[in-house]
């Protein structure tokens, strides 16, 4: 299914931004600076809680000032390119974010939406493409372009609340996927799993985190954001202190060797010192357990052996496991553990005290499943040429 919404011409969008850039926005307007932050809640309020998708929503800010505001910004989201909806119900967006210059023509990232009967998680991207190379990530099997901006990834969300009728007075799609009810939210929990690292773009997912986070618009806790790294070790305590949402860890491994093959990120940074930056994280605690994502490759990593080594390198850190029973690509080395090896592998960790569920895959259909994600641009840029040829014949 594909989608478009129109764009207009490259105003800058106010949709994205953080508090601070509203208000610098509105001062080179010429606001007075007494208006300035009355203003700034005025249309932080629109933007983030109602999700208005133009300035004339905006009922108590003067006709006067809409005009101005539609003179000089616009409300622009992320463009869905595409839209694929899983016999699971899980959707995967391919979005074309504005372009950023005149080498720019607009990146493409994927965001997926996960809907459950008690949540819905959405799980966003933070770079174009992947600064890293694991060699089980479909994600790692494209160059890195770029680093998300702050806006562009709050945009993912904005978009998703908009298509899945999150907003006060939106129509929810009616196929009864989406998680309904009065007071329920189509999107209540964040997980940054998508495309890229997000340690190495952490500027800009902390400011979004706190965007998505502010209790006058998306208002999301931080307990229902998670942020998964495969291990930049230096700033997972930046993450913690100057921001605080929950901890993941890409793990895969209990051996330096086998995890320098699998996270060539641990040949930087080895087990022993992650390990030691996760049981210092602030805030962790059994309340607040890291969490830490394990792939089941057959014959690779998924011996009793390396399930009793995982329980001893985790001693005294606050965790859960998650094993992930390996999502298949085009091309892909490995293959997925054997659901008896699986469940041997969980009981192991389970009876040494640690909650080890076994992530059930969603999306594998639509390739939206974890480590699938890879932007299928070139893929529809061929489709199009030949549409285009067929027509012209």
């Not at 850039?21 to 208006?35: S, T, Y």
């Not at 000089?72 to 074309?96: C, H, M, N, Y």
């Not at 680093?147 to 990834?153: F, G, K, R, S």
């Not at 209990?254 to 930087?268: A, F, Q, S």
Request: hydrophobic share 40%; glycine share 8%.
């Amino acid at each position: 299914m594909t989608l478009s919404h129109s764009t207009t011409a490259e105003k800058p969008s106010l949709a994205g931004m953080t508090r601070a850039q509203i208000g610098d926005a509105l001062r080179a307007l010429g606001l007075p600076e007494r208006e300035i932050r009355m203003r700034v809640s005025q249309l932080w309020h629109w933007i983030y809680f109602r999700g208005a998708r133009g300035f004339d929503e905006m009922l108590n800010v003067s006709k006067t000032l809409r005009v101005t505001l539609n003179g000089a910004f616009d409300l622009r989201l992320p463009e869905i390119v595409e839209e694929q909806i899983s016999i699971d119900g899980t959707r995967k967006w391919l979005l074309r974010l504005p372009s950023t210059g005149p080498q720019d023509k607009g990146a493409e990232v994927e965001c997926v939406y996960i809907p459950e009967s008690d949540r819905g998680t959405l799980c966003v991207s933070s770079q174009v493409g992947c600064t890293l190379t694991c060699t089980f990530c479909h994600t790692g099997t494209q160059k890195l372009v770029r680093n998300l901006t702050t806006a562009e990834i709050v945009g993912q969300l904005l978009v998703a609340r908009q298509r899945l009728g999150d907003f006060p007075g939106r129509e929810r799609p009616t196929d009864g996927l989406v998680p309904a009810g009065e007071g329920v939210r189509a999107v209540s929990n964040i997980v940054f799993m998508g495309m890229g690292e997000p340690l190495y773009n952490v500027e800009n997912v902390m400011a979004a985190i706190e965007i998505m986070a502010d209790g006058d618009g998306l208002s999301l806790s931080k307990r229902r954001i998670t942020v998964s790294t495969s291990g930049v070790v230096p700033q997972i305590e930046r993450l913690g202190s100057e921001c605080g949402p929950a901890l993941a860890i890409s793990l895969h491994a209990v051996r330096d060797e086998l995890r320098n093959e699998l996270v060539p990120l641990n040949r930087k940074y080895r087990i022993k010192e992650l390990l030691q930056a996760c049981r210092d994280y602030p805030g962790a605690s059994n309340a607040r357990r890291i969490t830490f994502e394990y792939v089941m490759l057959k014959g690779v990593n998924d011996s009793p052996a390396e399930a009793r080594e995982l329980v001893r390198l985790l001693k005294g850190v606050p965790a859960k496991i998650n094993l992930i029973p390996f999502n298949p690509w085009p091309g892909a080395p490995y293959e997925c553990s054997d659901w008896e090896t699986i469940e041997r592998f969980s009981d192991i960790v389970f009876n040494a005290g640690y909650a080890s569920p076994v992530r059930t895959p969603r999306g594998r259909d639509i390739l939206a499943a974890c480590g699938q994600l890879k932007s299928e641009t070139e893929k529809l840029r061929a489709r199009a040429r030949l549409a285009a040829q067929d027509a012209a014949e």
